[in-house]
């Protein structure tokens, strides 16, 4: 493994049943990298997820998270990473600060004041019954569980969705306040929010990555382009799509053939959600 490197993924396959949920993907994720994790319901991403965590078994592949196989995981290396999942999974019938002073103990690092502080700053009362409280509540129990072992690596999915606009950008902002060397992967359908976060852009459909970059690179070489006829395969094509008597194609325009279009045609850089449309669709 590349020591620059927290995450690495070779050859990557994971099958349930005769279906590949992920197929023959690779990935690199460099140490300090703030990672989208971007595509539509059911294209892999969990899975993704899960085979880092180690919760799942690849068919074929490897796997290095923190210079580790996460099959066999360390306790050190366990102690290392902060788990959000789509559904929070907690203890309902102990109480909000009873829940995370119990799972300090399974640390050995956690930072009490700042979870402490953080809990006031979100409105969470500390001797509430998980069980009493609403989904987004529960859903930031979960977020402090996951911060609060100071974690070098941290995996979101779906963290926020059940939470309001100015919760979710405080949360955001919550990620790199204590100046740490972190890396984070989100995955989210809240695009506008990964967007004012994120360094590096993973697209995943149907089971393969289709874009891996550093955000910056992307939003500057991904561009559309509307056409009156499709065109042919080409080197940089990376979607086309046709609407309303006009194509739509997605180019790489570091790959991209400019002569293989009229000269009056405009290519414009797009946002993350006009990224996503256009390549999904």
């Known amino acids: 493994m590349n020591e620059a490197n927290a995450i690495e993924v070779r050859g990557l396959t994971l099958a349930y049943g005769k279906k590949n949920a992920l197929d023959n993907i690779s990935l690199s994720i460099p140490k300090g990298a703030v990672v989208g994790l971007v595509g539509p319901n059911g294209a892999g991403k969990t899975s993704l997820i899960h085979c880092l965590l180690g919760a799942v078994v690849p068919k074929e592949g490897s796997i290095a998270v923190l210079e580790e196989d996460p099959a066999a995981f360390s306790d050190a290396a366990r102690a290392r990473i902060g788990y959000v999942a789509q559904t929070p999974d907690l203890l309902e019938w102990m109480k909000a600060k009873q829940y995370l002073d119990y799972i300090s103990a399974f640390y050995p690092h956690w930072d009490h004041s700042r979870i402490s502080a953080l809990m006031a700053k979100w409105g969470i009362d500390p001797k509430q019954k998980i069980s009493d409280m609403s989904l987004g ?14 974690p070098t690596l941290l995996i979101l999915d779906e963290p926020v969705a059940s939470l309001d606009p100015i919760m979710r950008r405080d949360f955001m902002r919550s990620l790199f306040e204590d100046d740490a060397q972190r890396t984070v992967v989100i995955s989210s359908h809240l695009l506008s929010d990964l967007e004012r ?26 561009q559309k382009v509307r056409l009156p006829e499709a065109l042919l395969p080409q080197k ?4 086309q799509r046709y609407q309303n008597g006009q194509v739509t194609a997605v180019v790489d325009v570091r790959k991209f053939d400019r002569n293989s279009i009229a000269q009056s045609a405009t290519l414009t850089t797009m946002n993350l959600d006009e990224i996503f449309v256009e390549v999904m669709s």
Do not use: F, P, R
């Open 137 to 150: 509540q529960k859903q930031k129990i979960a977020l402090l569980q996951a911060l609060g072992n100071c």
């Open 197 to 222: 976060i994120i360094t590096h852009l993973v697209l995943v459909k149907e089971g393969t990555i289709l874009i891996s970059e550093e955000w910056d690179v992307a939003v500057e070489s991904l």
């Open 236 to 239: 940089g094509l990376i979607a």
